[in-house]
């Protein structure tokens, strides 16, 4: 039953999420390809219908950052690999690989600070 109304506010969520969504951030050609390029190394765990999530993509529309997301409901390997390197389930979450260092950062709102003051 928790399941159920689960599944049912997060997709009024994610309806009411596409329909609102305002403009994209707007770039140069040149400055979106380099952006692109940096975000390459970022990946974003998470679950479709997840507020937190929804509210982290809804930022990532805005920002206009094409990081890829990674399904840790239904994708095993995902959901096993943030497990076992990120250290718990918990979405939604931002991979970032420096060098050869990699992060793993939890928190919506840590997320969308990270983004906002890296990419804005
Ligand atoms: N305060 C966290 C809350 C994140 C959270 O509670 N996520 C839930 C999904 S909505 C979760 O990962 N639950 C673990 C699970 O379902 O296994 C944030 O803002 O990111």
Known sequence: MLKLIRLLLGSIIAILDLLT??????????SQNQLEEEIKNLTIY?????????????????????IALLDAKNDSIAREILLEQGGKIKVPCLRIE???????????NDIIKYLTQRFA
């Open 21 to 30: 969504r305002g403009s994209k951030l707007k770039r140069t050609i040149d």
């Open 46 to 66: 998470q679950f479709k219908l997840c507020p937190f999530c929804i509210k982290t993509r809804r930022a990532l529309h805005k920002l206009n950052l094409p």
């Open 98 to 108: 420096n060098d050869n260092e990699v992060t793993w950062m939890y928190e919506s």
